[in-house]
């Protein structure tokens, strides 16, 4: 059983920062897939970043287009942590955002929520223009 326990959400203007941390117990998270998404009110859950387990093309990192070269999902393994660092945040960011997380055996892709077995009860993340 992994549980996932994210924090750092708040209320920022845009153009502000964030960092949101992911804390996972269980075994060392550097072998989990694990994974950031976002929900807004009325929308689907939606990807936002993933980073590939150490036995698998571990660090590799994969983002969606609309966070692309703002945000960046990093690990630090030995405080089983993933963070997501927020930059130029827009109102179109608001949402909750939730950490995600995968054991082995390793799947083709980690872009989708049923990608992922464990979830955060995630942390708010609200943007005012």
């Known amino acids: 059983q992994v549980q996932l326990v994210e924090s750092g959400g708040g209320l920022v203007q845009a153009g502000d920062s964030l960092r949101l941390s992911c804390a996972a117990s269980?075994?060392?998270?550097?072998?989990?897939?694990m994974g950031w998404f976002r929900q807004a009110p009325g929308k689907e859950r939606e990807f936002v970043a993933t980073?590939?387990?150490?036995?698998?093309?571990?660090?590799?990192?994969y983002y969606a287009n609309s966070v692309k070269g703002r945000f960046t999902i990093s690990r630090d393994s030995a405080k089983n942590t993933v963070f997501l660092q927020m930059n130029n945040l827009k109102p179109e960011d608001t949402a909750v955002y939730f950490c995600?997380?995968?054991?082995?055996?390793?799947?083709?892709?980690?872009?989708?929520?049923?990608?992922?077995?464990?979830w955060g009860q995630g942390t708010q993340v609200t943007v005012s223009s």
């Open positions: 995600a997380a995968d054991l082995p055996p390793y799947r083709s892709t980690y872009s989708r929520p049923r990608d992922y077995a464990y």
């Open positions: 269980g075994r060392t998270s550097s072998t989990y897939a």
């Open positions: 980073i590939r387990p150490s036995g698998w093309n571990g660090g590799v990192t």
